[in-house]
């Protein structure tokens, strides 16, 4: 009997400025849907925040350091930090497919890393602040690629994100959480369950094809 391939999703947290950690409420949601519907997930924090270690030695240098990033296209160490952590997870032998999903900044820093690495089978966006970085590097991606958004969003514009989607390749996916803003307090489910959903309909049609 064919036993169903193990997945699992790595998630890329908010700016460490703006309260992104691992026990941001949309990630922690996300870690706990996703182990409800047969995922295995991986949380971390970036350099620097929380417990995980930094070579800037106190607060206000780390806090410096992470506003660079708010600023422009410098936050090539996140993008570091989360090819570690996808590393780490492919070395776990969790299976054949592994997704990431990132919210906010983390959005734009798993689609970087969804984009060039090929371990990763497919990506789930939300929040992404389109409109403040170059995504040039997104428009070639022939990988399937899930959008979420708000039209109440201080991060993003709805015109933006749509201007954005429009503009990248499919297999692609779009959806919209309604009555919600930035934070998707008590919506957190919701998405968390639009995103692993998605990630459930690519590995289904991944075994068909196997």
Same mark, same amino acid.
């Given at each position: 009997?064919?036993?169903?391939?193990?997945?699992?999703?790595?998630?890329?947290?908010?700016?460490?400025?703006?309260?992104?950690? !691992?026990?941001?409420?949309?990630?922690?949601?996300?870690?706990?849907?996703?182990?409800?519907?047969?995922?295995?997930?991986?949380?971390?924090?970036?350099?620097?925040?929380?417990?995980?270690?930094?070579?800037?030695?106190?607060?206000?240098?780390?806090?410096?350091?992470?506003?660079?990033?708010?600023?422009?296209?410098?936050?090539?160490?996140?993008?570091?930090?989360?090819?570690?952590?996808?590393?780490?997870?492919?070395?776990?032998?969790?299976?054949?497919?592994?997704?990431?999903?990132?919210?906010?900044?983390?959005?734009?820093?798993? !689609?970087?890393?969804?984009?060039?690495?090929?371990?990763?089978?497919?990506?789930?966006?939300?929040?992404?602040?389109?409109?403040?970085?170059?995504?040039?590097?997104?428009?070639?991606?022939?990988?399937?690629?899930?959008?979420?958004?708000?039209?109440?969003?201080?991060?993003?514009?709805?015109?933006?994100?749509?201007?954005?989607?429009?503009?990248?390749?499919?297999?692609?996916?779009?959806?919209?959480?309604?009555?919600?803003?930035?934070?998707?307090?008590?919506?957190?489910?919701?998405?968390?369950?639009?995103?692993?959903?998605?990630?459930?309909?690519?590995?289904?049609?991944?075994?068909?094809?196997?």
């Amino acid at each position: 009997e064919d036993v169903k391939p193990f997945s699992a999703i790595l998630l890329c947290n908010p700016h460490p400025n703006l309260g992104g950690d !691992m026990d941001n409420n949309v990630i922690g949601s996300l870690a706990h849907i996703s182990a409800q519907m047969g995922f295995a997930s991986l949380r971390f924090n970036y350099r620097g925040v929380g417990n995980s270690e930094s070579y800037q030695k106190d607060t206000a240098e780390k806090f410096l350091y992470w506003e660079a990033s708010l600023s422009g296209e410098n936050y090539t160490d996140a993008v570091h930090d989360t090819r570690a952590a996808l590393h780490f997870l492919a070395e776990q032998n969790i299976g054949s497919r592994i997704y990431i999903a990132g919210y906010s900044f983390g959005a734009l820093v798993g !689609m970087r890393v969804g984009v060039e690495s090929e371990m990763i089978t497919a990506f789930a966006s939300i929040s992404m602040p389109f409109g403040k970085y170059n995504l040039d590097f997104l428009a070639p991606c022939k990988k399937p690629k899930l959008i979420v958004y708000t039209q109440n969003d201080f991060a993003t514009t709805e015109e933006d994100t749509l201007r954005c989607f429009s503009k990248i390749l499919p297999p692609k996916q779009l959806e919209l959480i309604q009555d919600s803003d930035h934070f998707y307090r008590m919506k957190e489910d919701t998405v968390a369950k639009k995103v692993c959903s998605f990630f459930q309909s690519i590995g289904k049609n991944e075994i068909e094809k196997e």
